[in-house]
């Protein structure tokens, strides 16, 4: 069960740099292509993103998710400083807010809190929500991304 005490944890901040090929791998992978000549152009050339009104190459919508697993001892570091067990944990939901675009080459620092924790179901055998706040702040300072997952222990 998680432990009610990490209500309110504040995670270490992690800082990160958007390299470009984790952008093409992501894109491949979430649009289930063999290579990148499969993708949006936009995700692997620049100057097809400029004339997309972008000003560089930007990272897919939901690209921010791997970061969960490159920092901050991934996902087995952030359920074990949460006391939740791995073999009832489920991933229950992910919500985007987005203020602006991640770009190939910005430097990335990711801060992540527990905002909630919830008790649902029956007392024999009670489900257990653990929301977590993660934002996203580029080198220029900005908050480009803000995002909540919910994790779930059945």
């Not at 990490?6 to 791998?25: N, Q």
């Not at 929301?131 to 919910?150: A, C, D, F, P």
Request: aromatic content about 10%; overall charge positive.
């Amino acid at each position: 069960m998680a432990d009610k005490s990490k209500l309110g944890t504040e995670f270490p901040s992690c800082t990160f740099t958007v390299e470009k090929d984790k952008i093409i791998e992501f894109a491949v992978a979430v649009a289930q292509k063999e290579n990148k000549e499969q993708i949006n152009p936009i995700y692997y050339d620049e100057n097809e993103a400029r004339k997309a009104g972008y000003d560089g190459i930007p990272a897919p919508p939901t690209f921010s998710v791997c970061s969960f697993f490159w920092t901050g001892g991934g996902l087995m570091g952030t359920i074990k400083k949460l006391g939740i067990d791995l073999s009832r944990l489920r991933h229950r939901e992910e919500e985007y807010e987005y203020f602006g675009c991640i770009y190939a080459g910005d430097i990335i620092t990711r801060k992540m809190r527990v905002t909630d924790m919830i008790k649902k179901g029956k007392k024999e055998r009670p489900i257990e929500i653990t929301i977590l706040e993660t934002e996203y702040i580029n080198q220029h300072g900005k908050l480009v991304l803000k995002s909540r997952t919910k994790l779930m222990e059945i």
